[in-house]
């Protein structure tokens, strides 16, 4: 494990090894330079540069509203990881955090993706809180999009369904679904590709 010392330094900070009471061992400090540095600590999202740069946010997860590529509203700031939303595992994390940097590196490389400009709204609701994209594009997503929620209690025996419009694609059986779990489903790009007309895919918890 590493620590960042305490040490207030404009042009940078230390890292150190630590022993398993959490102390800095003398003699592993490493020194780093940079002009910023940011620290995600906690669960809970602290979104404060974010709002002053006028991104916008979620009210449910306190975090950024994000479209497939995991870009805000503000065109080339991307978000991933807990300042997006609460992870129960952290492979979501760097699942997340993989997907943003390469989208990010696709931005600088090749700027805004031209596209159909067809725009998907995903909505949660009957039980679901919400759902990590906001929106697809189905021409700038890869061929599988993972579409990340949580519900707001417990159900037993129940069903996630999801709906194109007023059309259910699907009904998957859970035994349990609890807040304190995320849930997933899996979007193919082929199946939204079919639908040029789709406006709205709606994901809600249906009681057997």
């Known amino acids: 494990m590493v620590d960042i010392l305490g040490k207030e330094r404009l042009e940078g900070f230390t890292l150190a090894a630590v022993h398993s009471n959490g102390k800095p ?5 490493e ?4 002009d910023t540095l940011l620290l995600s600590v906690g669960l809970i999202p602290e979104n404060e540069l974010s709002g002053g740069m006028g ?3 979620n009210r449910v997860t306190s975090g950024p509203v994000v479209n497939e590529s995991l870009e805000t509203n503000i065109e080339g700031v991307f978000a991933c990881g807990n300042v997006l939303h609460v992870h129960d595992l952290v492979d979501f994390v760097s699942e997340e955090a993989a997907a943003a940097g390469k989208n ?5 490389k090749d700027g805004r993706r031209s596209g159909t400009g067809q725009e ?3 909505s949660a609701v009957d039980g679901v809180r919400y759902t990590v994209p906001c929106t697809i594009h189905p021409d700038r997503m ?9 519900v707001g209690n417990v159900y037993k025996n129940c069903y996630i369904g999801v709906y194109f ?4 694609v699907m009904h998957r059986k859970r035994p349990v679904m609890a807040p304190g779990e995320m ?15 789709l406006k709205k895919i709606t994901i809600k918890v249906e009681e057997a």
């Open 55 to 57: 991104v916008e946010m």
């Open 104 to 108: 990010a590196a696709r931005y600088v």
């Open 120 to 122: 998907i709204e995903l």
């Open 31 to 34: 020194d780093y330079t940079c």
């Open 142 to 150: 890869e061929d599988t999009q993972i579409v990340r929620f949580r």
């Open 183 to 197: 849930e997933e489903i899996k979007l193919q790009k082929e199946k939204l590709m079919l639908h040029p007309g």
């Open 25 to 29: 061992i003398p003699g592993t400090e």
């Open 165 to 168: 419009d007023d059309e259910q």
